[in-house]
């Protein structure tokens, strides 16, 4: 049963996006965060090789007293099987504050973004 859903308030306006979601039967957010999840090692190659004024940010499941809160990190940097970035939003119940710099274990990454330069966005299928 999904109790709480809350737009998350974020300084990118690409990054807008749900906070806290929870499992129901047939959210599409799930699968979309299967797609994305799939694609990891795409994002990841394309981050590696970033071009000039491409913008790059993951999101990421983060257990908190509430239940599972989806958050966005920009600027993401890649360590082995962790994924650092700066949080990109106020949480609704994490103990962190938009700005912090999180580090998170790579299966709880569900879902990436890409900004190009030209404005073309690409990933974040759970936002859609």
């Known amino acids: ?13 690409f990054l807008k996006g749900l906070a ?3 499992k129901v039967t ?11 999840q799939k694609q990891l090692p795409q994002f990841f190659d394309e981050l590696s090789q970033a071009k000039p004024g ?3 940010a993951i999101k990421a499941k983060f257990a908190t007293d509430m239940g ?6 920009k600027n993401p940097t890649r360590k082995d099987q962790t994924v650092e970035g700066t949080l990109d ?10 700005g912090d710099l999180l580090q998170v274990k790579m299966e709880a990454v569900v879902d990436w973004l890409i900004r190009d ?3 073309t966005l690409r990933g974040g299928y759970t936002n859609r």
């Open 20 to 22: 806290i979601y929870g």
């Open 68 to 73: 599972p809160e989806y958050l966005w990190l």
């Open 26 to 36: 047939g959210d599409p957010r799930l699968q979309a965060a299967k797609v994305a």
């Open 117 to 119: 330069p030209d404005g």
């Open 54 to 56: 491409q913008r790059f």
């Open 1 to 13: 049963m999904l109790i709480l859903i809350v737009c998350g308030l974020v300084s990118i306006p």
């Open 89 to 98: 939003q106020d949480p609704i119940s994490l103990k962190a504050k938009k």
